[in-house]
């Protein structure tokens, strides 16, 4: 049985065994929880260790048939697309587990959504099967819905609840249509991603049929990571859901939707892809730009970081739009950063609110006296959004910025300047109004958090500064699997040029296989 089964197995079993338990055996819930997702982290780790770039086809892998006359079977596997990605999300998950301490009523309840959420967002990133992709999906999708709507907070939580049930809802169906598309058009009579994929490599999807299924692809997966202008659900949920649930959403699950394009639509859509690269670019200017510039009005700190979430989704865009090996990776690389500082100040403004009931920018100040531990962890945090050299933030974004200029110039140059001056601006404010100046003297009962509470906060800061001192723990894993769809998007452009004479005054691709491959030798050798 393969390692990936038992990753996002173990919760979910938990998740069964804590339905027998008393409700009044708290640490016994409570343990059970910690304990599965630190099983499943551990064993996340060692998959990653001993997981071999390059290496040909998929690791770890395991197939069982389910529905054979459809094609359906539980299929899994990693390469150095979701390899990184796995390993975050089992490592947030037991950070949310630890963070789950503020939640003091219906425990078991909620230990068993987190748990099933976390088994669904592992089993997700881990299947090749397009069924199974989708339902693990919605699996842990559902949940956040409920932990939302009970254990959250603030008096819009019902409002909230309502708008990030109806937008994720739409985003879901709008993505389901499009596989659904996608598995009639392709001819396979096959789920299986990998067999799809080579069934493409011959068999190419019709230019109509793409320029139909690649905009509900993005679309669909566009709402559910809050792509501009579709985002407004994400920073108000967030806002008001308890800690755990918005570490692991914002953190982890809001990554299915990208990994979905990279994984599915580039290589399968190709043509489609680079027709609408541009819109992708100038739309998430719109994460950038406008969201950061709502991040910089905000008064409440959790709306700040949630809107801050939101805007670095644009990065991740940026790198998707380039579609060469640089860009690619970039936002493989953001993609796995993002999860583990999401995480991170989600769980360090609960703490907060835990001390003071309150995360209103104006009502804090002076905190790091009190609290030099937490303090000290939302500035390293405040600095990782800003993409300060150290943290594996920089090195996404450096790689992204590398990948998309020669194909968006401008669009760079702007979302340099969103980054550095706009993220600069709000991040070092809120932190100087947080952490710094005088402290009320209502927080001087305040207490820092003893070395068990540390321990999640610790976890997630170390991850972000090993991937950012040696990125090539990265990034050598995820180019060999980058190169291969970044090679499929170039081969699509290619066609589209030769088979169309009208085609000839369109923008070439960005780099051309063979400089793709130059450039994966040149990094491999580095």
Not at 195 to 220: C, D, S, Y
Request: proline fraction near 5%; charged fraction near 10%; include cysteine.
């Amino acid at each position: 049985m393969s390692i990936l089964t038992y990753i996002a197995g173990w919760p979910l079993l938990a998740a069964l065994a804590l339905i027998v338990v008393p409700r009044n055996y708290r640490v016994i819930i409570r343990a059970i929880a910690v304990l599965a997702t630190l099983i499943s982290a551990v064993l996340a780790v060692k998959m990653f260790a001993q997981f071999v770039p390059g290496a040909n086809g998929f690791q770890f892998e395991q197939q069982i048939p389910w529905v054979e006359s459809l094609g359906i079977s539980y299929h899994v596997g990693v390469d150095g697309l979701n390899v990184g990605l796995i390993l975050m999300g089992a490592i947030v998950a037991f950070a949310a587990a630890l963070c789950s301490f503020e939640i003091q009523t219906r425990e078991k309840e909620f230990y068993i959504l987190l748990l099933v959420m976390t088994g669904g967002i592992l089993g997700a990133f881990a299947s090749l099967d397009l069924f199974f992709f989708y339902f693990l999906h919605e699996l842990a999708l559902v949940p956040t819905f409920i932990m939302i709507g009970v254990w959250g907070r603030g008096e819009k939580k019902n409002y909230a609840t309502f708008q990030i049930t109806l937008y994720l809802s739409i985003g879901a169906l709008i993505a389901l249509i499009g596989l659904i598309a996608l598995y009639l058009q392709c001819g396979a009579n096959t789920f299986d991603i990998p067999k799809i994929i080579e069934h493409a490599k011959t068999n190419p999807l019709a230019v109509n049929a793409q320029n139909f299924i690649f905009p509900l692809l993005l679309f669909g997966f566009g709402i559910l990571v809050s792509l501009w202008p579709f985002h407004s659900w994400a920073p108000l949920g967030y806002g008001v859901a308890p800690s755990p649930t918005a570490m692991l959403h914002a953190g982890v699950l809001k990554k299915f939707g990208l990994y979905g394009l990279i994984r599915i639509a580039l290589p399968l859509l190709p043509q489609a892809a680079q027709s609408w690269a541009h819109v992708i670019a100038w739309l998430c200017v719109g994460n950038i730009l406008y969201v950061g510039w709502v991040a910089m009005r905000q008064k409440d700190l959790n709306l700040l970081i949630g809107n801050s979430s939101v805007a670095h989704m644009g990065f991740i865009f940026l790198g998707i739009a380039s579609l060469n090996l640089i860009g690619i990776t970039g936002a493989v690389l953001i993609m796995v950063a993002h999860g583990f500082l999401a995480a991170l100040t989600f769980a360090l403004s609960g703490y907060i609110y835990k001390q003071t009931g309150t995360l209103e920018i104006s009502a804090l100040g002076g905190l790091c006296r009190k609290l030099p531990f937490i303090g000290t962890a939302l500035l390293m945090a405040a600095m990782a959004g800003c993409g300060l050299p150290g943290f594996a933030n920089f090195v996404g974004e450096a790689t992204v910025f590398f990948g998309a200029w020669k194909m968006f110039p401008a669009v760079t140059i702007i979302a340099l300047w969103g980054a550095l001056v706009i993220g600069g601006i709000y991040m070092t404010r809120a932190i100087r109004n947080v952490l710094h100046g005088p402290l009320p003297e209502k927080w001087n009962s305040l207490s820092d958090a003893n070395l068990w509470r540390k321990l999640p906060y610790a976890l997630l800061l170390v991850s972000l500064l090993v991937f950012g001192f040696l990125p090539k723990l990265l990034t050598e894993k995820i180019n060999p699997d980058a190169q291969k769809i970044v090679a499929m998007a170039v081969a699509g452009k290619n066609a589209d040029v030769v088979s169309s004479p009208r085609s000839s005054g369109r923008e070439s691709a960005p780099y051309s296989l063979a400089e793709n491959q130059s450039r994966l030798t040149s990094a491999a050798t580095k």
